[in-house]
């Protein structure tokens, strides 16, 4: 199945910048969808409620500002995150303003509700709800979503345990609808990568933690350009669902990261885990495995630009070893 237009006319990479709790914002969404990539942000960041009007008005008003003025390079389709739990008090709300605003792409995370993407299908929108395992994929499918984000092993902030080669190829056998890799995405060849393997398009987070409009502390983003796979730390203690985190903040707030208890899932809340006094996301920092490839704090759009840069040289790579094995045949048959 090809993508929707939505995701497949408007983007110079095939990526989309994924949601982050606390740090994305307008600032950061804009220069995402300016540099060519989707960019999106969870409704919850909008503090108070009220706020989320006024954000989905200044990335409207923004984009269609640079697509009058940019016709050749026209600007990507933002997104919006809305948590789909129990716990979420302003999903209504939220979906309400997402709705009044036309957002081209929901993202839909820890359930998948008909309602909401019968509300977002009602003025055009595309549904994408992101899934840990086959399962859950196929219930967010039956229950309406247009497209799935897979959150394989090595992803940042709540991630599943599964390798994405085996995600991708479980998905594959029944799905042929939109699919969006997660999972330490920070290089352009993972981007290709993704694509290979069988997704149409990469999802990538904790790379763009580390940008200059990212609305993180200075201090988790030196952590990332220091740190690399090897520093993080798998663990549903800090929300009462599994993910991954920097092992150095883990440190800094006092716990040993080699002796976590474990957390009650039906406990699973966005802000303290057993350590009341740390609180994710806000000093245990979410942060993916592919970091290794951050080395400074750029701007989302020289990030993007460097992903790009990779993502082209590792296709003409790719091309050029496809050339040397076509040959190497054609001699040998000869």
Known sequence: MALPPVLRDRLRLPLIGSPLFIISGPELVIAQCKAGIVGSFPALNARPASMLD?????????????????????????????????????LEHDVEASTKWKVPVIITSLGAREDVNAAVHSYGGVVLHD???????HKAIEKGADGLIPVAAGAGGHAGHLSPFALI?????????PIALSGSIAHGRSIL?????????????????????????????EMIVASSGEDITYTNLFTGVHGNYLTP?????????????????????????????????RDIWGCGQGIGAVKSVPTA?????RLS????????????KTAFTAGRVLQAAK
């Open 301 to 305: 759009a020289e990030l993007v630009g």
């Open 193 to 221: 990568g993704a694509q290979a393997m069988g997704a149409d398009l990469a999802y990538a987070g904790s790379a763009f933690i580390a940008t200059q409009e990212a609305r993180a502390d200075p201090a988790y983003q």
């Open 249 to 281: 903040s883990i440190v800094a707030a006092g716990l040993d990261p080699n002796d976590l208890p474990k957390s009650d899932p039906s406990a699973m809340n966005f802000g303290s885990g057993g350590n009341q006094k740390a609180k994710a996301w």
């Open 169 to 177: 190829q479980a998905l594959r056998e029944w799905f042929d609808g």
């Open 131 to 137: 899934v840990i395992n086959d399962k859950f994929a």
């Open 54 to 90: 006024e954000w989905l008005h200044q990335i409207t008003e923004e984009l269609a500002i640079w697509d009058r003025d940019h016709p050749d390079t026209p600007s990507a389709p933002f997104a919006v995150n809305h948590i789909v739990h129990k716990s979420s008090d302003r």
């Open 309 to 320: 840069d990779e993502y082209e040289a590792a296709k003409a790579e790719l091309a050029a």
